[in-house]
């Protein structure tokens, strides 16, 4: 007789049980008003807050961070799509831009923030874009290339960053090196957060295996085990301050009747969430400048959807494996595999009814490709009543490097073997051969003609020596009041051209070591 197979559940990181007892609080549980204290008070979990979080409880501080989302286990992710976004998803993926067009702006709002929902890509910012901060916004060596360099070895270190391997890349990305070979186009293998990826192509709703090495599953509950603590469904209102200092942080726990909790924050108040919800925090914790919320830059993204006679599997592999950064430089765009759920890809596809069905129904035969672009364009974030407007459009030269981008991938894609591509822009026909590929020549270059969306958010709260032209002073602080730091991309000047979650994480990390080595705030 056979032995019996025994069957053992994995246990992971953000498992209850594997928490220390007493440190996350739910807020959408609460039943009355709540006060608390910590040395430091971060705001956000998500690239910059958990990774200042584990930094400064490593060091020895008492450290509370505060989550406006709600902890969603790794046991509780699905392959739903629409679940994912109703739970993770900044206004379930629906938040938009106002100006030229309206386009989605998407991110996290859960703990682990936009981490727990991209692709877990770790790109090192170009050096000549840091470079560039220092001659032209006057950063005098505060943030520079040979600074990042440990903190981008530490992390590579302990999220385990390296290319994606053979095994898993799916044929969507060895279609995409292919194109890139025949074209002669530098291609490059994404480095990313990897544990053992499984090749699942569920990036988006959430890793169920625990391989994405994102900040809900590392960071954030190696903190905890550091002896910081977490609010969940914490909304921050503002920072109080005293004889210009911070000193707390109000938030409302998203319970039935909204209770409020007040955390005092003894040596600081650590603001990371994102390049839209910074803005508002400041202004709502008097921050009088001008220059709030102005210079919002972000990473334009479109995509083109191509049917092939093999078959192409898009759900298996890697979401994002390759990507070529070869018109970086020269045209301000990369081209990367951007591989899409169906409930996403319908959108992408033509027809309607029961012509739609049809090309649903073949997808198995569909990839996904993407043009980001390094948009020149700056917008604002204006703050009212409790909510973040997003002013942005993009220039007419945006525009055209989006067109030129798609064109490109149009190129790729036939030159891997597409039998058809349906440009997912107003007036533009569905492609059959690469001798079409001057229709893109006369395209509509007017943003409402395109399907665009902001992945990529930078700059609301510029960094700078100067009141006058920043948010920000040289050393994270925000001028005018001691104890209130930033860490996101917001105050970076501008953005970066490739994904920036290594470097927010990096940035992060070098504020937070010099955080911790500042003197008490003075009251006066």
Known sequence: MSAQRKFTTPTFPDDWQMLPEGSVVDGSRATRDATDAADYVIIGSG???????????????????LEEGPWIRTRQFGADMLGAMKTMFREMGGMLTVGKAAFPVIQGRCVGGSTTINSAIAWRAPEKIIDAWDTDFGLDGTITNADLEQHYVELETSLSVKPVDDAILGIQNQLF????????????????YDAGCDASASCLTGCRT????????TYVPQSLHKGARMYTSAKALKVESEYGRAT???????????PRLRVVARRGVIVAASAVQTPGILKRSGVKSDQVGKHFQVHLVSSLTAGYHQVVNMDQGATQGFNSTHYGESERFKTEVVSLPPELLAVRLPGVGPDLMRNLLDYRHALNWGVVVRAEAEGRIHPVLGTDV??????????????RGLRKLSEMMFASGAKEIWPSVQGMPTMRSADELKAWDS????????????????GSARMGPDAKSSVVGLDFQVHGLRGLYVLDSSLFPTNLGINPQHTIMAVARLGAARIAELPLPSRG
């Not at 707390?248 to 909204?258: C, E, F, I, K, N």
């Open 47 to 65: 690239a910059a807050g958990a990774t200042a979080a584990l930094h400064l409880a490593t060091a020895g501080f008492s450290v509370i961070l």
């Open 177 to 192: 090196n292919e194109a890139t070979i025949k074209l002669g186009i530098r291609g490059e293998r994404i480095q990313r």
């Open 210 to 217: 625990g391989k994405k090495l994102s900040m809900n599953i």
């Open 390 to 403: 997003i002013a942005y459009s993009p220039t007419p030269t945006d525009m055209a490097r989006i067109r």
């Open 248 to 258: 707390a942080v109000q938030a409302r726990l998203l319970a039935p009747g909204g």
């Open 443 to 458: 395209a509509s270059l007017d943003p409402k003609d395109y399907g665009l969306m902001a992945s990529h958010l930078f």
